[in-house]
């Protein structure tokens, strides 16, 4: 072999690492994007340890602070919970801005003209179940595009939702408009409102049942094998008979669903109206907190608490400190950037030179023993 | 002359000025594609393109006191440029030599993006004491046309040609350009072959690495500059955004909508750019002019649905588009 011509590093695929190592790199990935973050919060003359310090006082300090980091948790973890089967099927739906505000604007039509007609638990059923069937809708139009003749998804969900959100802005200034000329929709009767448990809206309450629902249909049933199996190659998927164009119908339309559902919690629980900014960005982070999560229900629960805190408190970092609040999306994007970068030294090996001369020399000689 | 082609012509010349920062996204975005990588980055990197490079030319003024126009806008094309090429050396970095996975890193840089040009544009605004705003004369520079006027005022053929800003001349030229790069050159054509399958080019003794880390940074660099051209142009030299918001996504859309040619980006930006203003020019009854507004999108969703029908082999994307190559996985 020509030494000369072999390059310093070499990368090879790694076989399985051990979960403490694993975790390890996860971690220090966190603490690098938190280091790195503190490097800007010092550029711009704010002193790190006092900027998180406020993020952490400001979002979990207090009770009510922290009831309103709850309030921002809730829809983000509701969301990804949503996204997860999406992307474990390789079906890159970015449109759950748009499920959501399709289920508010459903729940809303009941909450709005059905009101005086219902109690409050039948009515808020009904708006949960329009709120799920519309976001489910909104979501199986571009899944069916793309089981018939392969749409480009991405662009396909992320266009529905500046449409649907073009129709709140119409319903705002026409239809559905309160006081004329307002450009507001009026505020929901009290029945149509989720009542509060602890001090928070109870949507918390259905999101984290929804968790271990999730957790469920994507570990332990027939329908979660299926996602994972077209995620990892769809051709193995059809050889083994599936019909990925009606899998993914149907996990669309379970995504759109619960992204709907959240649409209506958060429409009843947290604004009591519904407005055009009802989704207000929850779409697209959440797909951070799933993915930063690997899919997995239960972490995010943690991930999306993390960047709830990380939102409140750059509220207040804002408030205390002057700096612009948009620094918690800017330490999220280096978060996602840091943990989506860690996967590389857990999948792959990096070989060094001369070490992995080394290796080979061992290698041959067990190999010579072998074959004597 | 009749009413309605005075109408048509102002709306043309409106399309125009509307089209140009697509025109730039969605160029960049073609050279990056044609490399293989998707980056769904643009909404993100306009986003900072916009915000640096109204800093560059605000900080450019302030420091020179007497400005000369065409020198700012050379610092905002750099500026921006610069600010697109460290974004998508990011995305480059994270995909191509770490090899995660392209759209979730391209969603990444979109929140990053536009969370960097929110806090730049809003840094600038508290620091300045409230309003950044750029002189008169400068400003001409950015948006008006660089044609002396005689040529301007030649009837329906002056304002159409003649009268629009000068970014939108270079967009043209770039395009052309850009034709020319990956239809008569060898390089173009060892970038065209990186896109298409890398496994094949590396066997061929191309590098794949480089090809796809200079095109993606350049596209990057050149999507960037849309984002100033639309801060600069559009919103009037301020920072505004809510209405870049979303121009960034269009622009990938675009890329589709124009099967990958950057010659069919000229007057598909400009479509584009029609649809956006459509609303405010063409009354149509009984339309409620949100509903309208949404126009641009749905006429998107049926150019993705059509061209997936149609389903023909010379409109498809790059084959390797999206993919990360390592030369050991077979």
Known sequence: ?372 | MPEFVNLTIALIVAAITYGTPFLFGTLGEILTEKSGNLNLGVEGIMFMGGAVGLGGVFYYEKLTGNANGIVAVIVGILCAFIAGCIASLIFSFITITLRANQNVTGLALSIFGTGVGQFIGEYMRVSEGGYIAISNSLKGFFQNSPFPAFLQEIPVVGPILFSSSVFFYMGVVLAIAMHLFLKRSRKGLYLRSVGESPATADAAGINVTRYRYLATVIGGGISAIGGMVYIMTIAGCVWNHEGLSGVGWLAVALVIFCLWRPLSSIWGSILFGALMILYLRLNIPFIPMQIYKILPYVVTVIVLIVSSMRNQKENQPPEGLGLNYFREER
């Open chain 1, 1 to 372: 072999m020509n030494k000369k011509h072999e390059p310093l590093i070499r990368l090879a695929k790694r076989e399985m690492m051990p979960k403490g190592q694993v975790w390890a790199i996860r971690i220090g990935s966190i603490l690098l994007a938190l280091l790195l973050g503190g490097f800007i919060l010092m550029a711009i003359g704010v002193n790190p340890i006092e900027a998180y310090g406020t993020i952490i006082s400001g979002s979990l300090g207090k009770k009510t602070a922290l009831r309103q980091t709850a309030k921002i948790a809730v829809p983000l973890l509701g969301c990804a919970l949503a996204i997860a089967p999406c992307f474990k099927m390789r079906f890159w739906n970015i449109g759950a801005e748009g499920q959501i505000t399709a289920g508010a604007i459903a729940a809303s039509y009941f909450a709005l003209y059905w009101a005086d007609k219902l109690p409050a638990l039948p009515l808020l059923v009904i708006m949960g179940a329009a709120g799920a069937i519309a976001g489910g809708i909104w979501a199986l139009i571009p899944a069916f595009f793309k089981a018939k003749w392969n749409t480009n998804e991405t662009l396909f969900t992320l266009m529905m939702n500046y449409i649907v959100i073009g129709i709140v802005r119409w319903l705002e200034g026409g239809p559905w408009e309160g006081r004329k000329g307002s450009q507001v929709i009026p505020q929901f009767a009290e029945n149509a409102c989720l009542p509060r448990v602890l001090g928070v809206h109870c949507g918390w309450i259905i999101v984290l049942i929804l968790v271990v629902l999730m957790h469920i249909y994507m570990r332990h049933t027939k329908h979660g094998y299926e996602i994972a199996v077209i995620g990892d190659s769809i051709n193995t998927a059809r050889y083994a008979g599936m019909n990925v164009g009606r899998i993914m119908m149907r996990t669309m339309f379970i995504s759109g669903a619960i992204s709907g559902l959240v649409g209506f919690i958060v429409a009843s629980g947290a604004n009591g109206t519904l407005y055009h900014g009802v989704a207000d960005g929850v779409g697209f982070t959440s797909i951070t907190v799933a993915w930063l999560a690997q899919l997995n229900a239960f972490a995010m629960v943690a991930i999306s608490g993390l960047l709830a805190v990380l939102t409140k408190g750059a509220e207040t970092l804002q408030t205390r400190l002057a700096v612009p609040a948009s620094i918690s999306e800017i330490i999220t994007g280096i978060l996602l950037f840091c943990m989506l970068g860690c996967e590389f030294f857990i999948n792959f090996r990096l070989i060094l030179r001369a070490k992995k001369q080394q290796k080979e020399a061992a290698a041959e000689g067990k190999e010579a023993n072998e074959n004597a």
